[in-house]
């Protein structure tokens, strides 16, 4: 009994902290700038204004503020891939993708044959899942300003058990926005909260 009143009253904290949270986004700070001055400014001004008036602000990207990660495929390194096929080992690649793919499909592949649509989805697919340093991590945060808050949207590398080197993307008027500019990147791999 007690363990179950202690898990509702966390819960009830958590939510109250949030709502708190949101109600303090809504009192008037004269010393901050309005929404649509803030996001009139560059990329490099907001990030600037970013860095010096919220403290701790990285922090903030991990945990509750990480989005998700993309893969942006370099057609030069997809083209290396095609044309030294044996070196690369594509057709066992497409075939990681493709269980189904033929062993007489495989040999022709190595033989420099023209690739089908789903076989060059299936070779993006496998080069993206191989290569662990190329992907982009997405996380963000929402922060006060004048009367309101805006979403802020950090892209970032990661450099091993450090964490990730993140800089800022874009600043939006909300998450959903920057939701959905994440969501239209070539490969895409949200966790939505």
């Known amino acids: 009994m007690k363990r179950h009143f202690r898990s509702k009253l966390?819960?009830?904290?958590r939510y109250?902290?949030?709502?708190?949270?949101?109600?303090?986004?809504?009192?008037?700070?004269?010393?901050?700038?309005?929404?649509?001055?803030?996001?009139?400014l560059s990329v490099e001004d907001q990030a600037a204004w970013i860095e010096a008036?919220?403290?701790?602000?990285?922090?903030?990207?991990?945990?509750?503020?990480?989005?998700?990660?993309?893969?942006?495929l370099d057609e030069g390194k997809l083209d290396e891939y095609l044309e030294y096929r044996d070196d690369y080992g594509v057709?066992?690649?497409i075939e990681e993708q493709l269980p189904s793919?033929?062993?007489e499909r495989a040999?022709?592949?190595?033989?420099?044959?023209?690739?089908t649509s789903e076989e060059l989805e299936a070779l993006r697919t496998a080069m993206a899942e191989n290569d662990f340093d190329g992907w982009d991590t997405h996380s963000g945060f929402?922060?006060?300003?004048?009367?309101?808050?805006?979403y802020a949207l950090f892209v970032g590398?990661?450099?091993?058990?450090?964490?990730?080197?993140?800089?800022l993307e874009r600043v939006f008027a909300n998450k959903r926005l920057a939701l959905q500019r994440v969501s239209e990147k070539p490969m895409v791999a949200l966790e939505i909260k």
């Open 16 to 40: 109250l902290a949030e709502v708190w949270t949101q109600i303090n986004y809504y009192i008037f700070d004269p010393s901050k700038p309005s929404k649509a001055e803030f996001l009139k």
């Open 157 to 167: 590398q990661d450099i091993g058990q450090g964490g990730s080197e993140f800089e």
């Open 142 to 150: 929402y922060f006060k300003v004048r009367f309101g808050a805006l």
């Open 101 to 103: 793919l033929s062993e």
């Open 91 to 93: 057709s066992g690649l």
């Open 53 to 72: 008036n919220i403290p701790e602000h990285e922090t903030k990207l991990y945990g509750d503020g990480y989005f998700g990660c993309s893969y942006d």
């Open 10 to 13: 966390l819960v009830i904290r």
């Open 107 to 115: 040999f022709e592949i190595d033989d420099g044959a023209e690739l």
